[in-house]
């Protein structure tokens, strides 16, 4: 009798359809909801009361209140909403369009889709891309991770519509891993070294083309392999950096595709968002549900800038 078959198949990514959206986000009271069941599991910790008590929806704002003291919690302070009129729904849709894609979506395409302005479409997402980024390193012992850097354009200035210099991004890649993908000023040794100490842990197998700017990695932090790409030579067996070029081509195609043509001030924001969409390919929960933890989880831990906070810090602007 032969043994039944295993499957050896990583289980699936769920889908979330538009449908499913609609069900469980109709309003701005289910999507403050979700987020405030996702920040406080257990019940919202009341700080007056120094313990978890029962709070309620205040429906003329984005909070709760303690039943107790009347304390007021924020569930989506220093996330999207801040300084916006934008409904909470519209935020949550511009979060399921930009997760529902693979290559990107426009502004164009929300702005079509729901009838807000160019400018607050794309301030949207614009928003929701600087919240994507994660700055947890990559690597370890013995593990094996792909660098390599790229030259990304052409561009166009808004104003003048000419082309700027093509940007340089560099990349560093696991291998069946996490990508991280910066903006970088130039392709030098002393540009990209501190960059790889940053986000690559030591005693990783590092993979590079033969370019010199790697030719002095510290051998006591990494384990490092070379393939001769100015000899041809591309792939030889396990020394390859194949996957982080594959990163590098569904980048330019889709900021080609879709964004047409990106500044290079933006530029680092939408690496944010193919980093983050590639490094939740394999997750088994729907990628939707990723983004909202990302942007949930991303709010900062300080309490937002007072008035007066602000004015000193505009002045020490304009002093520097
Ligand atoms: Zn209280």
Redesign the pocket.
């Known amino acids: 009798m032969t043994p039944p078959k295993t499957s050896n198949r990583k289980p699936k990514m769920l889908p979330f359809t538009i449908r499913d959206f609609e069900r469980m986000f109709p309003d701005d009271a289910t999507c403050l909801e979700w987020m405030k069941d996702w920040l406080y599991p257990n019940g919202i910790f ?6 978890i ?1 029962k ?1 309620h929806r205040i429906t003329t704002r984005m909070s709760y209140s ?6 007021h919690v924020y569930p989506m302070a220093g996330t999207l909403t801040e300084k916006t009129r934008t409904p909470l729904r519209l935020w949550f849709y511009a979060i399921y369009l930009m997760s529902a894609t693979r290559c990107g979506i426009s502004a164009k395409q929300i702005q079509r889709e729901t009838g807000v302005t160019y400018k607050t479409a794309w301030r949207m997402f614009k928003q929701i891309r600087t919240m994507l980024n994660d700055e947890t390193p990559l690597g370890g012992v013995g593990e094996k991770v792909e660098m390599d850097e790229a030259s990304i354009g052409s561009f166009t200035t808004r104003k003048y519509k000419v082309p700027n210099p093509r940007a340089t991004v560099f990349g560093m890649v696991e291998r069946h891993g996490r990508v991280k993908a910066v903006v970088a000023a130039d392709r030098k040794m002393t540009t990209l070294k501190p960059v790889i100490k940053e986000y690559v842990l030591p005693r990783s197998v590092v993979f590079t083309d033969d370019f010199p700017s790697y030719d002095d990695l510290n051998p006591n932090w990494y384990k490092h392999r070379r393939i001769n790409h100015s000899a041809g030579v591309y792939v030889m067996g396990s020394k390859h950096t194949q996957t982080i070029e594959g990163f590098w081509s569904l980048i330019k195609n889709s900021l080609t595709g879709v964004y047409h043509s990106v500044s290079h001030k933006y530029l680092q924001s939408y690496l944010n968002e193919f980093s983050f969409r590639y490094n939740h390919r394999h997750d088994t929960k729907p990628m939707f549900v990723s983004f909202l933890e990302q942007i949930a989880s991303s709010r900062p831990s300080l309490p937002p800038v007072s008035e007066g906070n602000t004015s000193s810090a505009n002045q020490s602007d304009r002093a520097a």
């Open positions: 009341c700080v007056p009361c120094k313990r008590t709070h303690c039943d107790f003291c009347g304390h």
